[in-house]
């Protein structure tokens, strides 16, 4: 017996009431997204949409990871599919092949148990995915609620020598990313995941590494995604002013953007935007964290509140600095910087040196072809926004190195104008 069999007639019913309390969709979803329209409509504006399951149709993992609907019994394949923009409690959808996950058996992956909430996170652990299939295969209790998340499935098939197109291949208009391969900031390993659990698997609300964009694609499965626009964050708080972990303890959940992906579908979540993701049925996705051009002053800005915050938080430290070293000289000024930038590292996941590391290779190798990115002109006008802003800060007099790299990635833009 699998484990999705173990989803109980309750948890059935209860998906089901999940779907019927979703609206029609009310962003827009694309066949086909020319690049421009990306740019324009979503990049730039920030504004969240979905490519249809056309995006995804001729990926590895869509063969190989669903099983075949002839091979279905007939009560899981019983009903009609529906279209995106009315959902439909009871759309079809394919079972996970857990045997085709098989040769991935041996890799370490992060499993979250999501029966189990600790505080603001789920108990972790790290096991062989052999040891969750078996579980799952099983019908196992213990496999309950267990989901593999944050798997870094490509960068350890890339590691084990051979080619992610044996799961994947980005979407065209998804390409100019920042975050990933040819360069990924020397922080992690990359930003690109894979997720697979059991109905009522859940993500609690967050928002993205960096204040990246994500996208997001079911490879199995549908989700459900409650999305927040920045200025509608207060409505996810609770009394003390911290993010609530399950935004449906809330009346009106908090009144979220509430979208349901389907099958083969990719989301694309705005940059900033805090979201929240509940699996409908048993799901295999893919993502990418990312940002590109159009991003910069964002990510720039979310760093400069990190910064803030752990200098805030260790307040006490630059007191101690300037009592042993005097007031006089610089010379506390340079231990402070650095001590900040230490543990802004540790906190945020880089600091200053990753961000202008991760400009200046991204100038001079861009991950995308140049009508799949923004024109050189607005690409070099965001750098040079940025710029200006650090220009003006403490750190560009503090830290030297950063300056190297920034006299290239200023000249390298100036020049390619
Ligand atoms: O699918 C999930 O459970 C979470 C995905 C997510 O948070 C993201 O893609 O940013």
């Known amino acids: 017996m699998s484990n999705w069999s173990r989803v109980t007639a309750q948890q059935i019913e209860f998906i089901d009431q999940l779907i019927r309390g979703i609206p029609a969709r009310s962003i827009p979803t694309y066949d086909e997204l020319p690049y421009d329209v990306y740019l324009h409509k979503h990049l730039i504006l920030n504004a969240p949409f979905l490519l249809s399951a056309k995006a995804t149709s001729s990926w590895s993992a869509v063969r190989d990871f669903r099983i075949s609907p002839a091979f279905q019994t007939l009560s899981d394949s019983a009903s009609a599919s529906t279209s995106p923009s009315a959902p439909n409690p009871s759309s079809s959808t394919h079972k996970p092949n857990l045997t085709a996950l098989r040769r991935y058996a041996h890799h370490i992956v992060p499993v979250a148990n999501t029966l189990a909430p600790q505080f603001s996170e789920f108990e972790r652990s790290e096991r ?124 009106d959940e908090g009144g979220a953007l509430k979208i349901l992906q389907e099958e083969g579908e990719i989301i694309f979540v705005p940059s900033g935007w805090h979201h929240q993701v509940v699996n409908l049925d048993f799901c295999i996705s893919i993502n990418h964290n990312f940002f590109a051009s159009p991003t910069l002053p964002r990510i720039y800005h979310t760093l400069a509140q990190s910064q803030q915050r752990v200098e805030e938080a260790i307040a006490d430290v630059k ?40 400009i200046e290779r991204n100038v001079k190798e861009p991950p995308a072809a140049n009508f799949l990115s923004p024109p050189l002109h607005m690409r070099n006008a965001y750098i040079r926004e940025v710029l200006q802003n650090y220009q003006s800060g403490r750190e560009w007099d503090w830290l030297p190195a950063t300056q190297i790299t920034i006299s290239s990635c200023d000249i390298l833009s100036s020049i390619m104008d």
């Open 319 to 358: 007191e101690m600095i300037i009592e042993r070293l005097g007031s006089e000289s610089d010379a506390w000024e340079r231990e402070w910087v650095d001590e900040v930038q230490g543990l802004l590292e540790r906190d945020a996941g880089w600091g200053w040196g990753g961000f202008w590391e991760t």
């Open 128 to 251: 062989p995915l052999g040891e969750v299939l078996d579980l799952w295969e099983n019908g196992d209790e213990a496999g309950d609620g267990l989901y593999v998340k944050d798997w870094h499935l490509m960068a350890e098939i890339e590691s084990e020598g051979r080619g992610v197109e044996e799961v994947y291949a980005v979407p065209e208009c998804l390409r100019d990313d920042w975050l990933n391969p040819p360069y990924t900031p020397a922080s992690t390993s990359d930003f690109r995941f894979t997720y697979l659990g059991p109905p009522l698997t859940y993500t609690p609300l967050h928002r993205d590494v960096y204040g990246s964009y994500s996208w997001s694609a079911n490879v199995v499965g549908r989700k459900v995604w409650w999305l927040f626009p920045p200025d509608r964050l207060d409505a996810v708080k609770d009394r003390h002013g911290e993010l609530v972990f399950d935004v449906r303890e809330l009346k």
